[in-house]
């Protein structure tokens, strides 16, 4: 049933990296779009090409969805245009790699809204609307991160924690609705993460970081499937199911090691 799903998808973080690989996807599959994300020229461009490409509407509708009025907004342009969400993909988000009494109280506060807050808002405001329509998808993109502690990250980690659980509890509210809730949970990314973050993974290890377009087609894939947890990539696989038998005070350990390793100066 998945599989046949189609109509207008809302893309958060739309720019650039995963976010924007999955517009492309849903493009692809003949979705019409609404791509939101702070960078209007971007994803003005973003809907010109996809529009051109693949024959489809995209409306860009520019938001900074650290901003707690965001969510409520952007649904009144979509009433305002007649337009009727059918996926919500909550890929916007964004880390801070520092200690945590160093880093500016305000960009936590932030980092919480948009990750969580946002996220949350947004699939409440539409989720009724599928839900009566008895056919729709959200999207989460989680972290494999969110399974784990995250010192020197421990506000971006704990975001992520919330994202996966969230997205759990959320599928099974929702069986037998015709809704479906997926949460993408990839490990490093080729995308402009790291350098807002301030970390470089290059610094730990010799493999390069999932293409964002891979870490997209698993995700989207997942969605279409209903599946609910999508873990992208061999390596990841094998850390997701590894971390059920590593006591917690190593992991502590051992991630506090890697994210100090990884700072950038």
Avoid at 241 to 254: E, T, V
Wanted: aromatic share 6%; glycine share 8%; charged share 20%.
């Amino acid at each position: 049933m998945q599989a046949q799903l189609s109509g207008t998808a809302l893309i958060t973080g739309a720019s650039s990296g995963i976010g924007k690989q999955l517009a492309r996807l849903f493009a692809a599959d003949g979705w019409d779009l609404v791509l939101t994300a702070r960078r209007e020229s971007q994803l003005l461009l973003l809907a010109e090409q996809l529009s051109a490409q693949f024959k489809v509407e995209c409306t860009v509708l520019p938001g900074d969805l650290a901003d707690s009025t965001t969510p409520e907004r952007l649904v009144r342009a979509l009433a305002e245009r007649q337009l009727r969400v059918t996926a919500l993909v909550n890929n916007a988000g964004f880390g801070k790699l520092a200690a945590f009494v160093d880093t500016d109280p305000m960009l936590l506060l932030d980092m919480m809204t948009v990750n969580m807050r946002a996220l949350v808002h947004l699939t409440r405001l539409l989720l009724p609307n599928m839900v009566a329509q008895g056919r729709g998808a959200v999207l989460n993109v989680g972290s494999l991160a969110g399974f784990l502690p995250g010192p020197h990250m421990a506000v971006y980690y704990a975001s992520k924690a919330f994202v996966n659980s969230f997205s759990e509890g959320l599928s099974v509210e929702l069986q037998g609705t015709g809704v479906t809730v997926t949460v993408s949970c990839p490990g490093p990314t080729a995308t402009e993460f790291g350098e807002v973050a301030g970390s470089d993974t290059r610094r730990v290890t010799r493999s390069r970081s999932m293409p964002a377009e891979a870490v997209a087609r698993n995700a989207y894939h997942a969605m279409k499937a209903g599946h609910v947890i999508a873990i992208p990539g061999r390596a990841n696989h094998a850390v997701y199911h590894a971390l059920r038998f590593i006591p917690r005070a190593i992991l502590r350990r051992l991630t506090g090691l890697l994210n100090r390793a990884t700072k950038r100066d």
